[in-house]
């Protein structure tokens, strides 16, 4: 078995082309999904139609100035903002494709606000050529709007609460330039109280001014829960987030755990597969199970070639992306394992593939076809999808490798969860593809 | 020598070889010949243990025979010295070193040793598909089609090779479908048509059987095809 060995990293090497982009591709593939995965979508262009005039962007809430510029920046950060003068001007530019978007905040924005009686609003307009784009422009500012708004509701409840405040204590109170003095229903119940003392007993005034003085008290004892319900008004839903099970990592780590199963997967499945069929094109493979080497001999000797270059690989590529990401070296035993338990299990699919197609350029056709959806749709999230569709995407991912190569190594580099299970997992898998193989050879020749 | 006893194989409900017996002795050429199908191929994978047959034996084990299969089984990347010493090693040969440098003289490859296989001629990759099969010194070699695909020079250069071998000692069987070549270098011929043995002997006497049958002498291919006609095929 060592002389085949050495006989196909000789030709190999000898295939320094082939090899290259063996190595290549896949790491190309997989650095750009780890790309596209831990780094955020850019920025969509949006022309912003800003026709609040500059000397009445303050709102007074509550005796407190707001900017709304200010209020708004969070919007602005959240968009390539494009300045533009008028509405017209904005649906020119998304008619045009220029912008994704337009935002028209209408000239009389602040006064609206001021008066606190209707809400304000402003428009989105967009390009429905795209979809997909629209639908994310629409989320973008849906939630920044939704920030917005939140602020502002928090400034209008503490606004009130303010002058509820006043209506219990009293005190003073500024408007249109002039200072009002405002009793307050403390000081309303004192005063009725003292006169009421000075009622002689059994007048009927002073039945009246007790249910007065008690409707002053009830009204004050009220007021007080007013800061929290207004507060609740404000807010009317909190967002705590508990986190039960599943992973806890880091995008960028995932990232990393996902090019480098990418990368595992495409060169385990193309030397496994290729190097087979390749003993079937160069028709050595009757000569060689002719009695000088076993079939099951010839299969182990394929796995372990491709499971230790492509281990080698991955290994070599995580130390490369541990310059970049933060990777706990620590528990390198558990890459290893992760690692060479998902080669094994990629080889012996790798093996099926090549046993069963025979030839060197469908072998490598086919591993490709099943790489690409194998990889998309063990990323499918949850959520995404019907529970129906989601249990059949799950039961297609476990009838493969990636999956569970997936999970094993994101355990083993993030420490996201047991790595047992998909340990397991990767050998029940390297055992079914193994015999799936062995059993495709007794074909093999024909 | 190799003997081979009422071999029979079925392929579903098709079947391929009927009882075949065939024997050949030290240093004969025997060539299989027959029209396609006629199950020839079949026959030489029983006898180099490639298929195992429903019935019958073949006198040897398959380590004990020599095979050539029909196109190059060797590696096209691989040197014509890495070849033979790749498979020297698969077939446990003692001296590697020695059974490769015998080989190269033998095929007159030595000086085409270091080149790859792949850019080789048909002929020439033919002697390292043919030599490789005698790695093991088996006194046997089966060939199946030895010359199909080359060209007259490159298949008179394998046919000399053959013949020297045959000339050493070793008993040579190969399966062909062209008629001269068997009657040109066999000493005995086996007809095969539809998986049954119709004629063995040598060419000279299947000519003999032809002219007593229709009055009147045949060149051997004339007196083959007559004869698969005489006999129904």
């Given amino acids: ?446 | 020598m190799l003997e081979a006893r009422g071999l029979r194989k079925r392929f579903g409900d098709r079947e391929a070889l009927r009882g075949v017996s065939l024997s050949a002795g030290r240093g004969e050429l025997v060539a299989v010949i027959g029209p396609n199908g006629a199950g020839k191929t079949t026959l030489l994978s029983i006898l180099a243990g490639i298929q195992r047959p429903d019935e019958g034996e073949v006198s040897r084990p398959a380590s004990e025979i020599g095979w050539v299969p029909q196109q190059a089984a060797v590696y096209g990347k691989l040197t014509v010295a890495e070849n033979l010493r790749l498979f020297a090693r698969l077939e446990k040969v003692e001296d590697v070193a020695r059974t490769v440098d015998r080989m190269l003289e033998l095929t007159g490859l030595r000086e085409r040793a270091d080149d790859q296989v792949s850019k080789l001629s048909g002929g020439n990759r033919q002697r390292v598909n043919i030599a490789v099969g005698l790695l093991g010194e088996q006194s046997v070699l089966l060939l199946d089609e030895p010359s199909a695909a080359l060209d007259p020079r490159q298949r008179e250069r394998v046919w000399d090779f053959v013949r020297s071998l045959a000339d050493a000692g070793t008993t040579v069987i190969y399966s062909t479908h062209n008629i001269q070549e068997a009657e040109r270098h066999a000493q005995r011929v086996l007809v095969i048509a539809d998986g049954e043995a119709i004629f063995t002997g040598s060419p000279r006497e299947l000519e003999d059987l032809v002219e007593r049958g229709r009055g009147e002498r045949a060149d051997f291919e004339e007196a083959f095809v007559a004869f698969l006609r005489q006999q129904g095929h």
Wanted: with cysteine.
């Fill in chain 1, 1 to 446: 078995m060592r002389w085949l060995l050495l006989k196909d990293l000789r030709i190999l090497r000898r295939s320094p082309l082939l090899v290259a982009l063996l190595i290549a591709y896949p790491i190309v593939i997989a650095t750009l999904i780890g790309f596209a995965l831990s780094r955020g979508p850019d920025k969509p262009e949006v022309a912003i139609a800003n026709l609040v005039p500059e000397s009445a962007t303050q709102v007074e809430l509550g005796g407190e100035d707001i900017d709304l510029t200010a209020q708004a920046q969070p919007l602005f950060e959240a968009v390539d903002p494009v300045n533009v003068d008028s509405r017209a001007e904005a649906v020119k530019k998304v008619r045009d494709g220029e912008v994704l978007a337009a935002l028209i905040i209408p000239e009389d924005t602040t006064r609206i606000l001021q008066t606190g009686l209707e809400p304000a609003s402003v428009e989105v307009i967009y390009n429905g050529e795209d979809p997909v784009k629209a639908q994310f422009v629409r989320d973008t500012i849906k939630s920044q709007v939704q920030d917005a708004n939140n602020a502002l509701t928090e400034r209008l409840a503490q606004a009130a609460v303010e002058y509820l405040g006043l209506i219990g204590t009293g005190g003073q109170f500024e408007i249109f330039g002039r200072t009002f003095d405002v009793l307050g229903l403390e000081r309303s119940q004192e005063i009725l109280t003292r006169a009421r003392a000075d009622l002689p007993a059994g007048s009927p005034a002073r039945e009246q001014l007790d249910s007065v003085i008690e409707f002053a008290r009830l009204a004050l004892e009220n007021l007080d829960l007013s800061d929290e319900v207004l507060s609740s008004v404000g807010t009317p839903i909190e967002v705590s987030q508990t986190r039960l099970d599943g992973a806890s990592t880091a995008l960028t780590s995932f990232a990393v755990a996902i090019a480098v199963t990418v990368s595992l997967m495409f060169i385990t499945l193309l030397l496994a597969a290729g190097t087979l069929a390749l003993e079937r094109e160069e028709n050595a493979f009757l000569r060689l199970v002719r009695g000088l080497v076993s079939r099951t001999g010839l299969l182990v000797e394929k796995a372990g070639l491709a499971a230790a270059c492509s281990g080698v690989v991955s290994l070599l590529m995580l130390a490369g992306l541990s310059l970049f990401v933060e990777l706990d070296w620590a528990r390198f035993p558990l890459w290893v394992l992760a690692i060479f338990l998902g080669a094994l299990a990629f080889a012996a699919l790798g093996l099926a593939v090549g046993a069963l197609t025979r030839e060197v350029r469908a072998a490598s056709l086919l591993c490709v076809m099943l790489s690409l959806p194998l990889t998309f749709l063990a990323l499918v999230p949850d959520a995404a999808v019907s529970p129906v569709l989601f249990d059949v995407v799950s039961a297609i991912s476990a009838a493969f490798p990636f999956k569970p190569t997936l999970d094993a190594l994101d355990a083993a580099l993030n420490e996201s969860g047991a790595i047992a299970g998909p340990l397991v997992h990767l050998a029940v898998l390297f055992l079914a593809f193994g015999a799936i193989s062995r059993l495709s050879l007794r074909r093999f020749a024909g």
